[in-house]
């Protein structure tokens, strides 16, 4: 079975503070991808990677940064936590189409 | 530009009974992948359920079926024989035409099943 691992389940931070979420594949997966899910809204891209080093903005980038240095991790960064960016966040990996993206089970970041 | 559409933000079923999540899309690619997903209160996405557009016949995996009407857009994902489990939140997704292999979701369903 193919797993994706999200370094947290629950974080909280500060305004202002670095915040990095972790997430790695153990499937070899060119494709990674970072959501943010916020109620009513359903999940939104906020970047993603199709290989190492590379990386493409999404829907939403602003506030966030991406890092990519192995093929397994994929990082997301906010570079100066703010309150709105409290949210659920999702990591997903997918082989090539039209096999199924799968998800890290999230990880809740409260900002305060 | 591609577009999913969820207009059933909560739904109410008795265990036991069918439902049915309703969900358009608008592409204007010839080809194109539908997608379900559960995702528990616990926030784990769950993948139910896969239609492609040149697929023949509907898509099915034990009680879930995917009514797939390509004229009218829909992809419907129907619940057969509701479970106490099935208590969750429902996306409908699709395969974006860039971005790599990323998905564009709809908004949720929000399905409650009541004994």
């Known amino acids: 079975d193919v797993k994706v691992t999200q370094s947290s389940r629950y974080l909280v931070k500060r305004t202002g503070e ?36 590379m990386k493409e903005k999404g829907d939403i980038p602003e506030g966030y940064s991406v890092s990519r240095e192995k093929k397994e991790r994929f990082s997301l960064i906010l570079e100066s936590a ?9 990591c997903a990996s997918s082989p090539p189409p039209p096999q199924v993206p799968h998800f890290g ?4 970041l409260s900002i305060l | 530009a591609q577009k999913i559409t969820q207009t059933q ?10 439902v049915t999540l309703d969900c ?19 926030g784990e ?47 409908c997704a699709m395969r974006r035409n860039q971005a790599g292999t990323a998905l564009i979701f709809g908004k949720g369903t929000t399905l409650s099943v009541s004994s």
């Not at chain 1, 915040?19 to 906020?46: A, K, S, T």
């Not at chain 1, 089970?105 to 809740?108: H, I, N």
């Not at chain 2, 933000?9 to 069918?18: C, D, L, W």
């Open chain 2, 24 to 42: 358009t899309y608008d592409t204007s690619d010839p080809s194109y992948g539908l997608f379900w997903y559960k995702q528990p209160s616990s």
């Open chain 1, 105 to 108: 089970d999230g990880t809740r």
């Open chain 1, 82 to 90: 703010s309150t709105n960016q409290t949210s659920m966040y999702l």
């Open chain 2, 45 to 91: 996405m769950i993948f139910l359920i896969y239609q492609g557009s040149y697929d023949q016949q509907n898509a099915t995996e034990g009680r879930y079926s995917l009514n797939f009407q390509k004229a009218r857009k829909s992809a419907n994902l129907v619940i057969s024989a509701s479970q106490l489990g099935d208590s969750a939140m429902y996306f």
């Open chain 1, 18 to 53: 670095k915040v990095f979420l972790e997430c790695v594949q153990d499937m070899d997966h060119e494709n990674m991808f970072w959501y943010r899910q916020d109620p009513g809204l359903g999940l939104r891209l906020i970047y993603f990677s199709y290989d190492v080093k």
């Open chain 2, 9 to 18: 933000p909560g739904m109410f079923v008795q265990e036991k009974e069918a």
